[in-house]
């Protein structure tokens, strides 16, 4: 109960401060509304007694939600260039897809048809690294290095794309 009273007295003394913080580093205020919640629930997690100094201790929290938002934010907004030569790869693969449906039949048509359709589904940035990997005939490495991010973000990609690709197509019943 001290705990508690404790964590309400210091949010009381600081939630203005803490608003006010956050609308000069947030474009909304319902934004600035919901970080300093964020900030009192991250309080209520943690053990105040061991906390040397509560008032740096909240704008630290503060300011690390701050970089959490612009990272999620800029996360949101990535967009693929559209000049970049792996673009240019995946529609060559999408002409390669259509030369497929003429040479291989039946079947194999009903499958392209159906890769086709979801394909554009994905992510920009999914299609690339399909595209990279698949028709460019690129490594992991080669991939990471061309579009300056890591091995390990490349394989996730590779995963996530063909994993998503299985499941739209069985779901189309393909």
């Known amino acids: 109960m001290i705990r508690r009273s404790l964590i309400q007295q210091l949010f009381a003394d600081h939630a203005g401060a803490l608003q006010a913080f956050f609308r000069r580093r947030v474009r909304e205020r319902g934004d600035a509304d919901d970080l300093t919640q964020e900030v009192y629930l991250r309080l209520l997690r943690t053990q105040v007694s061991e906390i040397l100094n509560p008032e740096a201790y909240l704008?630290?929290?503060?300011?690390?939600?701050?970089?959490?938002?612009?990272?999620?934010?800029?996360?949101?907004?990535?967009?693929?260039?559209?000049?970049?030569?792996?673009?240019?790869?995946?529609?060559?693969?999408?002409?390669?897809?259509?030369?497929?449906?003429?040479?291989?039949?039946?079947?194999?048509?009903?499958?392209?048809?159906?890769?086709?359709?979801?394909?554009?589904?994905?992510?920009?940035?999914?299609?690339?690294?399909?595209?990279?990997?698949?028709?460019?005939?690129?490594?992991?490495?080669?991939?990471?290095?061309?579009?300056n991010i890591s091995k390990t973000m490349v394989r996730k990609l590779l995963v996530q794309a063909i994993a998503r690709c299985r499941k739209r197509m069985l779901q189309e019943d393909v």
Not at 84 to 109: F, K, N, V
């Open 59 to 147: 704008f630290t929290v503060a300011n690390n939600l701050v970089k959490e938002q612009f990272v999620m934010r800029r996360r949101d907004q990535e967009r693929v260039d559209l000049t970049h030569p792996g673009i240019t790869e995946a529609l060559r693969m999408q002409s390669l897809l259509a030369d497929a449906d003429r040479i291989y039949g039946m079947e194999l048509e009903a499958q392209v048809r159906g890769l086709r359709a979801v394909l554009p589904q994905l992510p920009p940035r999914s299609q690339l690294v399909l595209a990279m990997a698949f028709d460019g005939n690129l490594s992991h490495q080669e991939i990471a290095d061309r579009l």
